[in-house]
Each structure stands twice: as C-alpha cells, then as structure tokens.
C-alpha cells in the first residue's frame, strides 16, 4: 500500500530539501528521500512531536468533485561560494613531531 506524504522536510543524509514525511502504521512520522532512498524513523512521541513541528504541511483542498493537493514550495539553494584558493599544504604530517623528539 503507497503511504500518501503529509509534509516535506530537509533529508538529514544528502540535504535534499523536499524529502517526504510520510506515516507508518503505529501514526509515527518517518523521513523517506526520494533522492538518496534514506529511511529515517522516529521511534518515540517525543521525536515523533520533533519532526512534525518543523516539517511542511502538505495542504489539501476539497471542492466538490475535486481534490487538490498542494505541495510546499521548495527552498532556494543558497548561490555556490565564491572561488576559494584550496588550503596550504603543511610539509610533513603526523608524525613530523615524533621525529623532532628524538
């Protein structure tokens, strides 16, 4: 049986934005990524309460005849980093100290 999603939150694994928050059959929410196929379950009230304060609702609409299922609208990506030199490299390693001494 297909779970039908009742919120969207960033996946804690890859940072996908619109992971769903679908429910499992004990009414817990769970974390499912449609972008890295990460599970993520809560196992008690307390982080079940967590993840359904700071998800985004799915809202649906009924008009008659018709349903309407609106979905959040995604968060921006924030623009890439400016071009960084990479880091300086120090000679040596872990065990130049060890040398030192003796």
Not at 50 to 55: E, H, I, P, Q, Y
Request: aromatic share 6%; with cysteine; net charge positive.
């Amino acid at each position: 049986m297909k779970k039908t999603p009742i919120g969207h939150v960033a996946c804690p694994v890859c940072d996908f934005p619109d992971a769903q928050v679908k429910e499992d059959k004990n009414s817990h929410a769970y974390i499912h990524c449609t972008d890295c196929n990460a599970q993520t379950f809560t196992r008690n009230e307390f982080r079940n309460g967590k993840l359904r304060a700071r998800m985004r609702a799915v809202t649906v609409a009924v008009t008659g005849d018709t349903v309407t299922v609106t979905a959040p609208v995604p968060a921006m990506a924030p623009p890439p980093a400016a071009d960084k030199a990479p880091p300086v490299k120090k000679p040596g390693g872990w065990f130049q100290p060890l040398l030192a001494q003796g």
